[in-house]
Each structure stands twice: as structure tokens, then as C-alpha cells.
């Protein structure tokens, strides 16, 4: 399991390095995230829940089910949509609001 970051959608916040509990994402020359070592990646998705403009994206292998296809995370105020980028070009999005993520 290991992230991607998209270079063209990084805005260089830092979000996602504060948020890496390994220490593997840095800010590179350009200000852009760069991940150290991918495949030292927990795949946590620490860094995905803090990335504003979803710039990171989980790569979902085979070992795990994703055959392929890959996880980001878009934020919409209290709304997270956690969007599933399919091997076959289709999207599936799960929707979660933090005011009631909890709720049983």
C-alpha cells in the first residue's frame, strides 16, 4: 500500500508531512509534497483527511481487494467524500459528514 501525490494539485500547505505519523513526506525545492519512501507508507491516510485539495490519493492493490484502482479524499466543509478511482474507469463515492461520523 503507498500514497501518489499529484504534484499538479499540491499546494504546498505542509498538511500532509504534519500529519504523517512516520515521517515520510517532506516539502521538496518546488514546495511541493514528495513522499520519502512510498513503500514504507502505513497507509494510514492521515495525510489524505488533511490534504485540501485532495492532491493524495492511496493506491488500492490487488493483495487488498483494489485490483488497481485508487482512494482520495475531497473535502466539502463538514462533508468528506472518500472517492474510489476503479481499474475500469468507474468512481464509486462514500460520503461522510463529521458531525454525526460517529453515530451508531
Known amino acids: ?7 499538479k494539485k499540491c499546494v504546498g ?10 515521517s515520510l513526506i517532506w516539502l521538496n525545492s518546488s ?15 492521515s495525510c489524505m483527511k488533511e490534504c485540501p485539495t485532495a492532491a493524495i490519493s492511496l493506491f488500492l492493490g490487488a493483495d487488498i481487494g483494489g485490483q488497481g ?6 473535502r466539502e466543509g463538514t462533508v468528506s467524500r472518500w472517492i474510489m478511482h476503479r481499474f ?12 454525526n461520523a460517529n453515530s451508531y
Not at 1 to 7: D, F, G, K, W, Y
Not at 69 to 74: H, M, P, V
Not at 88 to 99: A, H, L, N
Open 1 to 7: 500500500m503507498s500514497i501518489h501525490i499529484n504534484q
Open 13 to 22: 500547505c505542509g498538511r500532509c508531512a504534519d500529519a504523517c505519523p512516520g
Open 31 to 45: 514546495g511541493k509534497a514528495e513522499i520519502r519512501i512510498p513503500e514504507d507508507c502505513w497507509g494510514c491516510t
Open 69 to 74: 484502482s485508487e482512494l482520495s479524499i475531497r
Open 88 to 99: 475500469d474507469g468507474t468512481e464509486k463515492v462514500i460520503s461522510v459528514d463529521s458531525r
